[in-house]
């Protein structure tokens, strides 16, 4: 069977467009310590996240992720970047495949006497009917081929960016929202610390009235007072500051939020980390996996860039059907192709291709030190996340010792100021020490949750609602 030289053409480019110049690709050396975390054991190789509904037992806590990943601006940008970058990389993979289209065409011409050689004035008739390519880019040295890894490199890596801006989403919800309660709970210390002034201030000034106490006693009770109820005003006023800065970030007003505690069971994290992580895990971070994308397409860029120093060939041809009468297009013997191949071959472009190459290979360096940096700032995090977890349990501990200690210091404090033995400002003394360490040990509580939530971003697990994040070294 006979084929015409379009078809042979066609066939022949689709089998040979399968090379390309870009340089191998291999992962660069990671540039931080293969052991995460202070311990000697050998670092654990695999972990399991639980995805953010299992780590995150609030109720009210979940009904606010969800919220903000249905509503948040940055995140809504992120998953429109993906989505315009899957059609530019879909647009580029379409120039690997010829253009085919079917052409239908009419003429009909009167032609005057003086320009006809019978000199009498003629009608001519054409038709055609043909299927076509334009310009079609036999992709020998693999220029579309390198262009078109190189747009689904950057399409992958928008949405690895997609998911890294999804986890810190949730984890700004999880920490916004629990310095909502960390401040809410100090205020309402500082509104009990008012109370017990109040009530301070009342016996002090009926012990004054009797004879029993002096008027400098009651001046320094008011002045606990004022700073009893400017430290309340202070917290009054952050707490407001949270609810705006939580509402800003799910997008829409406040459900009615519960009073809890941040000793709180629902507020405890689940799946506690291990201590010795191996470092190979990081790899599996989003933002890391966006900078390993980032660089395989700035590896794939150089493959293009160096496909412009050698000739480009393009094919343009036709077969279809012509004929002067509508009736006789498909009639035998109206056949008809064209085949139009062009080559061209760079010789002088002032440096251009040159310069290009320099840049892809320059664009390629950038992305390995991006690489390395991202791999880099998460060792960091992840490293002083692990630190923090064992300083802030025993901070903690010191810390509700302490308070223990000072309520028992302001009773007898207080026994001894109304035995006569001591003045009140021992009682002013250990109320003051009372109220800044009951507010210390809340911003400790604080700290150590969102130091778990920190270390589960960290980590690169959560992003997801149900399903948990295996990581495992490569």
């Known amino acids: 069977m ?14 040979l467009g399968g090379c390309t110049l870009a340089p191998s690709y291999e992962q660069p ?7 995460l975390g202070e311990t000697t054991a050998d670092g654990t190789a695999e972990l399991t996240l639980p995805g953010w509904s299992t780590l ?24 429109l970047d993906v989505a ?5 990389y879909q647009i580029q993979r379409a120039d690997l495949y010829p253009n085919l289209s079917v052409d239908g065409s009419g003429t009909r011409q009167r032609l005057p006497g003086d320009l006809s050689s019978t000199g009498s004035s003629t009608l001519s008739d054409q038709y055609g009917v043909q299927v076509g390519v334009t310009a079609w ?25 997609q998911r890294s801006t ?34 301070s201030l009342a016996l002090i000034q009926r012990r004054f009235e009797s004879g029993l106490g002096t008027e400098l006693d009651v001046r320094q009770a008011q002045i606990a007072l004022q700073g009893a109820r400017a430290n309340q005003a202070s917290f009054e006023r952050q707490v407001s500051q949270d609810y705006n800065a939580l509402a800003v970030l799910v997008g829409g007003p406040l459900p009615a939020l519960e009073s809890v505690n941040l000793n709180s069971d629902t507020l405890s ?22 900078a390993e994308h980032q660089l395989r397409a700035a590896n794939a860029s150089i493959g293009a860039a160096r496909a412009a120093f050698f000739p480009s060939i393009q094919l343009t041809g036709a077969y279809g059907s012509m004929s002067s009468e509508l009736s006789g297009l498909f009639d035998s013997g109206s056949k008809a192709w064209s085949f139009s191949p062009s080559i061209s071959l760079p010789i002088f472009s002032g440096g251009r291709n040159k310069a290009n190459l320099d840049l892809a290979e320059v664009r390629q360096d950038q992305a390995v030190a991006t690489y390395e940096k991202a791999i880099q700032t998460a060792f960091q995090e992840v490293a002083n996340a692990l630190q923090a977890r064992d300083t802030l349990a025993r901070q903690q501990q010191a810390q509700q010792a302490l308070v223990t200690a000072t309520e028992q210091s302001l009773t007898l404090s207080q026994q001894r100021y109304e035995q006569g033995a001591d003045d009140y400002l021992a009682v002013l003394d250990a109320q003051r020490t009372l109220l800044s360490a009951r507010q210390q040990l809340v911003t400790l509580k604080l700290q150590q949750l969102t130091n778990e939530t920190e270390l589960y971003r960290a980590l690169g697990g959560g992003w997801e609602a149900q399903q948990p994040t295996h990581m495992a070294s490569r």
């Open 84 to 88: 315009a970058l899957r059609a530019q």
């Open 2 to 15: 006979t084929r015409n030289p379009l078809t042979l053409a066609l066939l022949g480019g689709l089998m």
């Open 166 to 199: 999804q986890l810190a989403l949730v984890a700004q919800v999880a920490q916004s929202y629990l310095t909502l309660v960390s401040d809410r709970q100090n205020l309402a210390i500082s509104r009990e610390t008012v109370a017990a002034q109040e009530d």
């Open 56 to 79: 995150y037992q609030s109720a009210e806590l979940q009904q606010l992720i969800q919220s903000a990943l249905d509503n948040n601006r940055d995140l809504r940008l992120a998953v």
């Open 269 to 290: 994290l689940v799946a506690p980390v291990p201590e010795g992580l191996s470092s190979s895990l990081l790899t599996q971070r989003p933002d890391v996996q966006q």
């Open 137 to 161: 880019e036999l992709d020998l040295f693999g220029r579309v081929r390198s262009l078109k890894d190189a747009s689904l490199e950057t399409y992958l890596a928008s949405e690895e960016a």
């Open 29 to 35: 050396a990671s540039p931080v310590p293969a052991q």
